[in-house]
């Protein structure tokens, strides 16, 4: 068994379900844009946001049939607690100018929307094209903002998870699935 099969409660979505969807969002998000929204010779600009997204933002890049050029930005909001606080810090900025460009913001979940609301209203500020946001992850019911995302993985329900990039006190992030861990994991 795994490190971690002691740990987990039970899986939500499983390894095999992330890779279909994965196809599945690479499709849609390669015709939607291919269709007329891409000057020829530009590409779209993916926009990662470290660390969650990590997992999601090489597997989809790979998925797309469209010529992409990759940023990487560093927020935080939870720190090593499981709710998040509102308050949005950059780590990591984006390196070069955006301005005129069709940027995708790549997430791995969406739960209050605090930190990607925050981050699209930052985005629109340097003047892009366009920003749309494709979310592995996203818990419905529990936005406390309204965001318009556009392309959406699963919906899940309204537990703390870990995997596919998600952490719980940074770790877990390796796991290939996404799951609930046991609650005596939290208590230690
Ligand atoms: C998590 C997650 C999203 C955000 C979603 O990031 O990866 O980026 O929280 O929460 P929200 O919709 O309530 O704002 P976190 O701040 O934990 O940083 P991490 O990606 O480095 O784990
Ligand atoms: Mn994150
Ligand atoms: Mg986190």
Same mark, same amino acid.
């Given at each position: 068994?795994?490190?971690? %099969? #002691?740990?987990?409660?039970?899986? !939500?979505?499983?390894?095999?379900?992330?890779?279909?969807?994965?196809?599945? /969002?690479?499709? /849609?998000?390669?015709?939607?844009?291919?269709? &007329?929204?891409?000057?020829?010779?530009? #590409?779209?600009?993916?926009?990662?946001?470290?660390? &969650? %997204?990590?997992? $999601?933002?090489?597997? $989809?890049?790979?998925?797309?049939?469209?010529?992409?050029?990759?940023?990487?930005?560093? =927020?935080?909001?939870?720190?090593?607690?499981?709710?998040?606080?509102?308050?949005?810090?950059? *780590?990591?900025?984006?390196?070069?100018?955006?301005? &005129?460009? +069709?940027? @995708?913001?790549?997430?791995?979940?969406?739960?209050?929307? =605090?930190?990607?609301?925050?981050? /699209?209203?930052? *985005?629109?500020?340097? +003047?892009?094209?366009?920003?749309?946001?494709?979310?592995?992850?996203?818990?419905?019911?529990?936005?406390?903002?309204? !965001?318009?995302?556009?392309?959406?993985?699963?919906? !899940?329900?309204?537990? $703390?998870?870990?995997?596919? &990039?998600?952490?719980?006190?940074?770790?877990?992030? #390796?796991?290939? $699935?996404?799951?609930? @861990?046991?609650?005596?994991?939290?208590?230690?």
């Amino acid at each position: 068994d795994s490190w971690y %099969a #002691e740990e987990i409660e039970r899986t !939500i979505i499983t390894e095999d379900e992330i890779r279909a969807k994965v196809a599945e /969002l690479g499709a /849609l998000v390669s015709a939607d844009f291919a269709e &007329g929204v891409l000057d020829s010779g530009d #590409e779209l600009l993916l926009v990662g946001v470290f660390k &969650g %997204a990590v997992m $999601f933002m090489a597997d $989809f890049a790979r998925a797309l049939s469209v010529p992409v050029k990759m940023e990487f930005m560093a =927020l935080s909001s939870y720190g090593s607690s499981t709710t998040s606080s509102g308050t949005v810090r950059i *780590l990591k900025d984006i390196d070069s100018d955006v301005a &005129g460009k +069709h940027i @995708l913001v790549v997430e791995d979940i969406i739960d209050s929307g =605090l930190t990607l609301s925050w981050l /699209l209203k930052y *985005l629109e500020g340097l +003047h892009p094209a366009s920003v749309s946001v494709v979310s592995m992850l996203r818990k419905p019911g529990v936005q406390r903002v309204d !965001i318009p995302v556009k392309y959406v993985g699963f919906d !899940i329900p309204n537990e $703390f998870v870990v995997g596919y &990039g998600l952490d719980y006190a940074e770790r877990y992030r #390796e796991l290939p $699935f996404v799951g609930v @861990l046991k609650p005596e994991v939290y208590q230690k």
